[in-house]
């Protein structure tokens, strides 16, 4: 009689981006010529580097196959450091540096579906008046590692909204996103490099009973949860994610000041 299978897991973590400029720099966004889109501050660049060092193998018991990111500026960055810091194997270069980056080990594109939720209440976002992002593809994908670049990623949403989202429609949005690119490689362990406004509403809309009583009080930088589902039967694979763990979330019971 043959043994019964091991159960196999794809796991999927949702990352906020590192620490942005305008957060330290306040006059930046009046200089900008794109105020929406501020770069990571150094210690942005740091923070992301240490949660790729943080994320490797020898750390999850698990690999990291592709990191997937939101297309605004300091989310790939976020993700190129992460990616150094994932294939790194030496933690004393200062925390920008990596000694070992294997190309062949990790694949890296860009979503437009994972990026900030288009809704002026909750975000700080300044929006291009003529909803122009100037999202340029090619130049986003340069700043990734050398030979990272998947060239046959099609991304499950081709473009930005060109209208103001309600908060419901870019958590919807977030939410079937993040489950399209699950089901999309479901033998990867995938890093989604998203916004804080929607790393909080993904897990909120998608795991309400682990949210029951809870809020958020708020989500660090470099921030992140872990889900995981198992793929023996991939026709029964849809929504069968649970929470595994979560970092640099606040959770704060509802009746709490």
Not at 53 to 61: A, D, G, I, T
Not at 99 to 113: F, R, V, W
Not at 136 to 159: C, H, M, R
Not at 191 to 196: D, F
Request: aromatic letters at 8%; hydrophobic letters at 35%.
């Amino acid at each position: 009689m043959d043994a019964p299978s091991v159960p196999q897991h794809q796991h999927v973590i949702v990352l906020r981006h590192g620490d942005r400029l305008d957060d330290f720099l306040k006059s930046w966004t009046s200089k900008s010529a794109r105020p929406w889109d501020p770069p990571l501050h150094v210690d942005g660049h740091v923070r992301a580097f240490k949660t790729g060092l943080v994320l490797q193998p020898n750390r999850l018991n698990f690999r990291i196959h592709r990191v997937i990111s939101s297309p605004f500026l300091r989310c790939v960055e976020t993700a190129a450091h992460v990616i150094s810091g994932l294939c790194s194997v030496d933690e004393d270069s200062g925390g920008l540096s990596s000694t070992s980056l294997d190309p062949s080990k990790i694949k890296a594109s860009i979503e437009y579906g994972l990026c900030e939720i288009l809704h002026r209440k909750p975000n700080r976002l300044n929006f291009p008046e003529d909803w122009d992002w100037g999202f340029n593809l090619s130049e986003l994908e340069q700043k990734l590692p050398a030979g990272t670049v998947d060239p046959e990623f099609k991304p499950v949403i081709p473009e930005l909204p060109k209208r103001e989202e309600e908060l419901s429609e870019g958590v919807d949005r977030f939410t079937r996103v993040t489950l399209a690119l699950a089901d999309k490689y479901p033998s990867e362990n995938l890093l989604l490099v998203t916004h804080g406004e929607g790393w909080g509403a993904g897990l909120r809309s998608v795991f309400p009973m682990f949210m029951k009583g809870m809020k958020l009080r708020d989500a660090d930088y470099c921030s992140r949860f872990e889900i995981r589902r198992e793929i023996n039967d991939i026709s029964r694979m849809a929504r069968k994610f649970s929470v595994v763990s979560y970092n640099g979330l606040t959770p704060m019971m509802k009746n709490d000041s």
